[in-house]
Structures are given as structure tokens and as C-alpha cells.
């Protein structure tokens, strides 16, 4: 498999402290990278610097040319205000293809076919002209995953997208997860503190402290004292 992102030695931070430091991984085509840690770990500032909303202090970030053609889809954590966004279903998800659309005043035939197409994908085209802030918490999910999808085709971010879900909603969101990365090829970053229901649909886990105290397999993560310490089993 071929790199869609690659950290070498990456810092990341805001004016004088880096809250990552000396990152090296890589997220590649076809993954499923799921990001552990305590809270003020740094994930969220590493999820801004793969976003390219934060440039590295020190070290090497590539972004393979495919990625910076086919874009990155992201789908940050809700607040209770976007929760309430006023906008139809169809509205929120073409409103990923706005870096297509540029300065044109309309979205084309081609970017309308496309929210269509992920609509039709995530099971929520019959409800493309509800009201967005009028759908259940897993409904709203869908929709912006299907929004992710119309603004990119190899790289899903995903920051914490099972808060405030039921336990069913969560199950569902994540068979809805799997299924893109297994069947649409999707790689997948997640952030999350549900590590324990992930750790069968993950490819590898990054746990960070700052720094990596562990870039691997599942498996591995599960033998290592981080890992056992972190999902429960203790030492």
C-alpha cells in the first residue's frame, strides 16, 4: 500500500509549545487508524496538522499528490449549535463540494449528482428535504459522512463522531465506517475514547501522549502495558 500522508519526526504546537512532538507515522491507503489518548494529549492538534491547518514546528510532513488532488473529508465534533443547523439535508451534504464549485454561483450537474450518489450511500436520500436540525443524532451522522464523501474519495477524518450517540446509533455508525473502508477502499483516521468497541474494526492504533507511546497493530496494542493499562486490564 501506498502512503496517503507520512509524519517524520513532526512537531506540531501553537506559538512556543508543541502539544505533539516527534511524531512518525504514516496513514495509508486502505487504513483504518484509529487515535487514542487522554484528554490534552495532542489529538486534536494533529488532526488540524494532517488538515494542513497547522504547519509543523519541526520535522516532515508529505501529503502524496493523489491525497491533494482527491481532497480530505473531514467530520469534526458537533456542538449543540451545529446540531441546530437550519439547513436542508441536501444543502449540508453538497455543501462539501464547495472547494470544487470555486467562484461559480451554482453547484454543477456533476457536484449534485454527486451529494446524490453519497445520499444514496448512507441510506438518507429520502431525506434530503428534511430540515437537518430535525433528524435523530445518528441521522445527522450520515449526513455528514455523506458530506465528507463529496469532499474527498481516499481519506476520512473523523474527531470523536460517536459523542453524544445512543449505543445503537454508535453500532450503526460504526458498520457504516467499516463498510466504506472495506468496500469503497476509504481510508479512515479516527479520533476516539471508544477504544475498546474500535479495537475490532481498526487496522492500527496511535496512541499519543504527546508523543507515540504506541504506533501498531490492535494486537500489539492490546500485549503493551499502555494498551492494557488504557483499555482496562490494568498491568
Avoid: W
Avoid at 128 to 147: D, N
Amino acid at each position: 500500500m501506498s502512503s496517503l500522508i507520512t509524519c517524520s519526526h513532526v512537531d506540531f504546537g501553537y506559538e512556543n509549545h508543541d502539544a505533539v512532538i516527534d511524531l512518525t507515522m504514516e496513514v495509508e491507503e486502505g487504513d483504518y487508524l484509529c487515535v487514542v489518548g487522554a484528554n490534552g494529549s495532542g489529538k486534536s492538534t494533529l488532526v488540524k496538522g494532517l488538515l494542513g491547518l497547522l504547519k509543523p514546528t519541526a520535522g516532515t510532513l508529505v501529503v502524496s499528490e493523489e491525497l491533494k488532488r482527491t481532497g480530505i473529508g473531514y467530520l469534526p465534533q458537533q456542538t449543540a449549535a451545529q446540531r441546530d443547523f437550519p439547513a436542508t439535508v441536501c444543502e449540508v451534504v453538497i455543501s462539501g463540494a464547495l472547494s470544487r464549485r470555486g467562484n461559480r454561483p451554482f453547484y454543477s450537474a456533476k457536484e449534485k449528482n454527486m451529494a446524490a450518489a453519497a445520499m444514496e450511500k448512507l441510506g438518507i436520500l429520502d431525506l434530503k428535504r428534511r430540515c437537518y436540525r430535525e433528524l435523530s443524532g445518528g441521522q445527522q451522522q450520515r449526513v455528514l459522512i455523506a458530506r465528507a464523501l463529496c469532499a474527498a474519495k481516499k481519506l476520512l477524518i473523523l474527531d470523536e463522531p460517536v459523542t453524544g450517540l445512543d449505543p445503537s446509533a454508535i453500532q450503526e455508525f460504526y458498520g457504516l465506517v467499516k463498510r466504506l473502508n472495506s468496500e469503497e477502499g476509504m481510508a479512515v483516521l479516527m479520533v476516539t475514547h471508544d477504544v475498546a468497541n474500535i479495537m475490532g474494526q481498526a487496522s492500527r492504533i496511535l496512541h499519543l501522549q504527546q508523543r507515540a507511546l504506541f504506533f501498531g497493530t490492535p494486537a500489539e496494542y492490546g500485549e503493551t502495558q499502555v494498551g492494557r493499562r488504557f483499555l482496562g486490564g490494568g498491568l
